[in-house]
């Protein structure tokens, strides 16, 4: 916490309804966190669910009543388990899927395979197949491989509904590795090969062309830049769909001010209506924006170490969350039970990197080894980025609501690691 913030700034980053208990303790969702990680263990990642089934509904009412045939598709990717896809699902999402896994365990989240819309700059022939064959109802070609690859997969006499990937050709203020809308993107076509593809695919029997597609990147903080995304792909012509794919930016620290789900659909159905065919279906692909506000990560402090620097040290880190080493994302952090202000230190890790890093230079109040550190929003791609390095266990995923706290993901076993090595 920067040390200007105070400890209402610090709760405003948390989900909607988190306040603080008589004795100071964070509560989310109705459930104390003290409670929670006694339970559950830590490091945990704590969702509240009400946050986010209000998020999905907000969605879709931003658009829907701007632009009527609109549909929402959540960008799994961000949070992609059974559980939280379920939510989408039932709040009337439907689901963006990037491979095989992610059509898997949206299936078994209940989703309509005739409501998936599958991405991948590289798929196989194995995720191609497990596509058609399950139904999925949008293959996203992203390159001319894609089209012979489903050329030779789909069945005679079947049809595949596709939308053509196009790089909209916008340098986007965002992280290197989350701006996928440059003219060098590994993501896509040009539109020139658009075109190609589109005539290929319009000649194809086995494909039908219902539209295009776009995504500028991610971590997006100006609705202009996202707006950019509909010019490129409006100028290929007529089309049922336009794709405009996600990337609105969230508010992970005080400094940083994304616009309101109202600004970007302004912006985007601005665009759109004077763009885009007055009929056509638009679908927008949030993942960030869908899910991270409505987590946080708790974690136990296991040292402090006071010299140049006064290091506090937990039990997760780069198993965890990998948004800060990969994309340099900074995130607030607050003692559970002493919200607000303190002496700086840095948080860090359990891992060999000195990158493994939570955040630096954040205020905390008192801080000591037994003590609940909580980071909020943590909700897009921390779990889905969790891994083993250092023989660590993957981290639980605990939906909170209405004062009950239930586990929709289980921490791994020491046996889950041994488990893969067969000799
Ligand atoms: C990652 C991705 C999204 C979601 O992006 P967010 O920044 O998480 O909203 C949407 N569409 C495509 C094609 C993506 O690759």
Known sequence: ?????????????????????????????????????????????????????QRARDYLTAFRSRWPRCDVAFASKSFPCTAVQRVMVEEGLNLDVAGGGEILTALKAGADPARLVLHGNAKSDE????????????????????????????????????????????????????????????????????R????????????????????????LLDVGQLAQAVEPIAK????DTYDLGGGLGVRYTYDEHP??????ADAMVAQAKALLPEHSRIIVEPGRSMVAGSACTLYRVTTVKRGVVTHVA??????????????????????????????????????????DQLVD???????????????????????????QYNGARRVPVVFVSDGAARLVVRRDTWDDLLMRDVD
């Not at 913030?5 to 603080?20: D, K, N, Q, V, W």
């Not at 596509?131 to 079947?158: H, K, Q, S, Y």
């Open 196 to 219: 190609t593809a589109i005539a290929r695919i319009d000649r194809s029997a086995k494909l039908r062309l219902d539209g295009v597609h776009t995504h500028v990147g991610s971590q």
């Open 1 to 53: 916490m920067s040390p200007e913030a105070t400890a209402e700034e610090l709760i405003g980053l948390f989900p909607p309804g988190t306040r603080t208990d008589g004795d100071g303790m964070l509560t989310i969702g109705g459930c104390r966190l003290d409670d929670v990680a006694d339970r559950f263990g830590t490091p945990a990642i704590v969702v509240s669910e009400d946050a986010l089934r």
């Open 314 to 355: 937990v039990d997760g880190g780069m198993g965890d969350n990998l948004e800060v080493s990969l994309t340099g994302q900074r995130f607030e952090a607050t003692i559970a039970d002493r919200v607000g202000g303190g002496e700086t230190v840095s948080v860090v890790g359990r891992h060999c990197e000195s990158g």
């Open 259 to 264: 616009p309101t789900l109202d600004a970007y």
């Open 361 to 387: 230079g954040v205020a905390l109040r008192d801080p000591s080894v037994g003590d609940l550190l909580a980071v909020p929003v943590t909700g897009a791609y921390c779990y889905t980025m969790s891994n």
């Open 127 to 194: 995720e191609l197949t497990l596509a058609v064959d399950r139904g999925v109802g949008l293959v996203v070609v992203d390159n001319f491989d894609d089209i012979d690859r489903l050329e030779r997969i789909v069945p005679t006499g079947r049809q595949q509904p596709c939308l053509v990937r196009v790089i909209p050709g916008v340098e986007a203020a965002t992280h290197a590795s989350q701006a996928t809308g440059h003219a060098g993107s590994k993501f896509g076509l040009m539109p020139d090969d658009a």
């Open 236 to 239: 290929l012509g007529t089309f």
